[in-house]
């Protein structure tokens, strides 16, 4: 039996997309390896994707080129690295410097700054944020846990960076009212003692999920 099962389901008059967690000691890494199929296959309704039902790969509706990226500790160090940036060479060089003065880690948009020729030329160690999200609909308790492991991996990198005096902890002021929805649930989620586990971990292996359900 494996780890983590995908399976498809009927919620609110809508077939959707769920994981089964099978295996207590299952992690992040398990999830995300089982999760790359949704992405990779095409037997999932998808609302974006060409016939709705191709894969996300080649897909010319792209997210990339509008999404509000926010990466999780671990993405981000593995980022730095890999554009071999100190951790501040890469905020003041990769990210939205309005967003960065306000105290939210919003990779520049429009599209993102890793995208070229509509192709991420970071897919391996891209943000949570963007390999959990697909154009599909998910099971209710699916989509929480998702949203869970997301939101707190964005709050530890917040936490890492305040800690490390990347940026500051500022007021709402000259904020969008989206700017304002993050960092409500950034400090909504920093409180969570499951930050602990991405603040502690090198790896998403290092992730166990258990404490997410």
Not at 47 to 67: F, I, M, V, W
Request: proline share 4%.
């Amino acid at each position: 039996m494996d780890k983590i099962e995908i399976y498809t389901d009927t919620e609110n008059d809508r077939l959707a997309a769920g994981v089964r967690i099978n295996d207590k000691n299952a992690t992040v890494a398990d999830l995300l390896e089982s999760w790359q199929l949704l992405c990779d296959g095409s037997g999932l309704f998808k609302k974006y994707a060409e016939g709705n039902y191709a894969p996300c790969k080649g897909c010319l509706h792209n997210c990339c080129n509008t999404a509000y990226v926010i990466p999780d500790l671990i993405s981000f160090k593995k980022m730095a690295q890999y554009v071999n940036c100190s951790y501040k060479e890469f905020i003041s060089g990769y990210f939205h410097p309005s967003k960065t003065g306000l105290g939210l880690l919003r990779l520049k948009p429009d599209p993102c700054i890793f995208l070229k020729d509509n192709i991420c030329t970071i897919y391996p160690i891209r943000s949570l944020i963007c390999r959990f999200y697909i154009c599909a609909d998910l099971l209710g308790d699916t989509e929480q846990l998702i949203y869970s492991i997301v939101m707190t991996g964005i709050a530890a990198v917040h936490l890492f960076a305040e800690k490390e005096g990347l940026v500051d902890s500022v007021s709402a002021v000259g904020m969008s009212s989206f700017d304002m929805i993050f960092k409500k649930l950034i400090a909504e989620y920093r409180a969570s003692s499951n930050v602990e586990l991405f603040m502690r971990a090198r790896e998403y292996s290092e992730i166990p999920l258990l404490p997410f359900l």
